[in-house]
Each structure stands twice: as C-alpha cells, then as structure tokens.
C-alpha cells in the first residue's frame, strides 16, 4: 500500500520527540480504574494477568503494552477508555512480571515472544463472545503484535480482522543503537531499574539463577541483551536475538490490514525502523510517519491522545 501522508501536529509548546514522550505519560494519567482483572494459566503453567472492559459489545481490542509497561500505562488507559467508548469490549494484557505480580518461571517474557498473545487469543476464541477480534500494540507490544502476524500469515484466526502498531523498534538492533546514545540515557536507567528490581526478587526464588552483578557496569540495551536475554531464551548472542525477534522479517506475510505508526521524531527509534519497502509491496500494510509523536505519545492540546483517534479511524474504516 502506498504510505500514508499524516496530519498529526503536537501542541507548540511541546516543541520535540522528548517533550512529546515524557509529558503526556506524566501529565495526561486518565482514570485507572477502568478494568476488571481476570487471570489465567499459561500452557507452560505460568499465568497471565487480563484487564478488561466488558459491556456486552460483539467486537473486541486487544491490547499489548510496551516494554515494562501494563495495562494500566497512560498509553493503554487512554486507548482502552476510548475504544470502550465506540463500541468495543477492551482486553488488555500484561506481559509475565508486569501486572503487579511476580509471575511463577524463572524466566520473564522477551521482545519478540509471541507465545503469550497467541495465549490470550486462543483463550478469547473459546469463550466464542465475539464475531470480531481486532489488536494493537505499542513499541515492543507492536513488534509482538506484528510478529504474531506475520508468523501465523495466511492461517491467521478469521475473527481476526484489523491491527494497529504505535512507536515499534520493528527492527530490534536499530532500535537498540538509538537508545545507546548519551542523550537517551534517562529511556535507559528507567528500563534497567525496572530490569534490575524484578532480577533481584527472581534470585530469591531460583538462587544463583542471575548475577546481579552485571548491573554495575550495564549502560545499554546491547550488553543488557548480551549478558541477560540471549542467554536467558536460547540465543546465540544478542545479533542472534536481535535478527530472530525484530518483526521487520514478517511484514511481508501479513495478511490483514495492518496501520504502523511510527514518529519521525521518536527518540526509541533508528533508520531500519520504518519500513517503506515493505508498505509498498503488501496491500495489506500500511505505514503513517508523523513528523511529529514522540514514543508513545502523540498528545493533543486537550490532553486528549491522538493515537486514539487515529486507531478508531482505521478500525472503522
């Protein structure tokens, strides 16, 4: 499909990509109690927490966070809010460790793992509530949420209908060189602080399972990777993990429409992160470039949330 052209302009005064990421996840905290939370059992006897919004509505969203995010993320607040308000029932999920609770391996959830959302829909398609299903996923949520895709291809669930892809490193290595750099490091201590609290708690429970040790000198998702994910689920290396869960080699299976939206100004993202050849090839892809965004932001001068909009746009469309 062609690329899409873009009207999105963030409010003056948050004038590029860093004001447009911090100020909305901190000043623009819709209301929190909006879920209902229902657990269940992984097939590897894990659990995954769901926080949902049902009002009997036949079509569903599905919603995937971020890295170290959650359901309850501004980003997520604010679209589940909207969508229950145009028709949808609401499910979004927690990745393993992030819905308040410690979960029960002794491993967490990575940036390319599929296996949990295809989890969640199967789980979805028993209870057989409803005729359609759509997804949408935010940053490493949206790498998962194209991955998925494209692995299940032509034997996609025909429930299945539409997605929608905000601010995603589809292209993990380049993704993992923009947030190397110095004027990135704040995106980086926050993520290795969570990274750094949750390894210390799992060492209580399966002791000698993880040198802490590394933290120290750890500035990077590269050594991060290196040192902790690679080994973690059976990579070579992090190139190894990098080229096998980056989502950019699955666009060109997807067979749904499918809306990627990805700031030119977002701070998480490299050069290999924005996927012309592969929209102009699938009639099924699409791709929006804001000049404007940040990561996950996309704020409005009325403290509304554009990503919203522009997702209630495609899925209707």
Known sequence: MPILPSHYQAPWYLFNGHLQTIIPAVLNRPATNIYT?????????????????KKGHDKLVVLTHGLEGSAHSTYML???????????DVLAWNFRS??????????????????????????????NDYKEINLIGFSIGGNITLKYLGEQGENINAKIKNAVVFSVPLDLESGAK?????????????????????????????PGTYNLSHFKTIKNFFEFDQLYTAPMYG??????????????????????????????NDPFLGENCFPKEEALV???LYLECPKQGGHV?????????????????FLQH
Request: glycine letters at 2%.
């Open 297 to 313: 932001g996309f704020p409005l001068s009325n403290k509304e949330n554009w990503a919203a909009i522009r997702a209630l746009e």
């Open 98 to 127: 992030c819905s308040g609770t410690l979960n029960l391996k002794s491993t967490f959830y990575h940036s390319g793992f599929t296996d949990d959302l295809d989890e969640v829909l199967k789980y979805i398609d028993s209870l």
């Open 282 to 284: 699938n009639p099924n």
């Open 78 to 88: 604010s679209m589940a809010s909207a969508l229950s308000k145009s028709g949808y």
């Open 178 to 206: 923009e947030l190397a750099k110095p004027s990135r490091s704040i995106y980086m201590q926050r993520f290795l602080k969570s990274f750094k609290t949750k390894f210390a708690e799992k060492e209580k429970l399966y």
């Open 37 to 53: 939370r229902e657990r269940i059992n992984t097939s590897d006897h894990d659990f995954l927490d769901l926080d949902l919004i």
């Open 235 to 264: 990579f070579k290396d992090v190139y190894d993990y990098y080229a096998k869960a980056s989502s950019r080699p699955y666009l060109p299976f997807i067979k749904i429409p499918t809306l990627i939206v990805n700031a030119l």
